[in-house]
Structure formats: C-alpha cells, structure tokens
C-alpha cells in the first residue's frame, strides 16, 4: 500500500472539519458502521480455526461474509450521503 492508511483517515477528518457541506454527519455515520462492520469480521477472524469454535465454522464463516458485505455497504453510504446532500446544500445557499 502506497498511501498510509493515517492520510487517508486525515483527509476525511480534514474534511469533515470543515466547512465544506460533505461529508458531513450521515458520512461520518457511515464511516462509523463501517469500521464497526470490520471490527465485527474482524473478530470472527480471530474465532476461526480454534478448537473452542470448531463446531461454529459455517456461522462464522457466514458472520464474517456478512460483516464485510455490511462495511462495504456503509462505505457506500458515505458518498451516497454526500450525493445527496450537496445539491440541497447549494439551494440553502
């Protein structure tokens, strides 16, 4: 990865910070529900191929995809949010 993964953290803080209409807080939102997503998957990945979780493999297997499925989802949600937003933003001006 080229890009630190801090950079592109900071820019969308930076920006968020700012006085620009987007994103604003249904991206910052967004944002949140997708790192939770990770965290969730992320924990599942940590579960797989225990002895103790064995016997759960296929709901793991299953929580995990969907996990991902829903941060992939959130992380559209951030430029749909801004989508949206914009233009109602440029009629209040």
């Known amino acids: 990865m080229t890009v630190k993964l801090s950079q592109l953290c ?3 803080t930076a920006l ?3 006085d620009a209409p987007v994103p604003g807080g249904g ?3 967004a944002l949140c529900g997708a790192l939770a997503s990770a965290l969730c998957s992320m924990a599942g990945e940590l579960s797989l191929g225990k002895k103790s979780t ?3 493999t296929d709901e793991l297997l299953s929580l995990n995809n969907a996990a991902r499925e829903k941060a992939q989802r959130f992380l559209s949600l951030i ?3 801004a989508a949206a937003f914009e ?7």
């Open 10 to 12: 900071s820019e969308f």
């Open 16 to 18: 968020l910070a700012s």
């Open 27 to 29: 991206g910052a939102a």
């Open 54 to 56: 064995a016997a759960y």
């Open 79 to 81: 430029d749909a949010d």
């Open 87 to 93: 233009p109602l933003s440029r009629a209040y001006s």
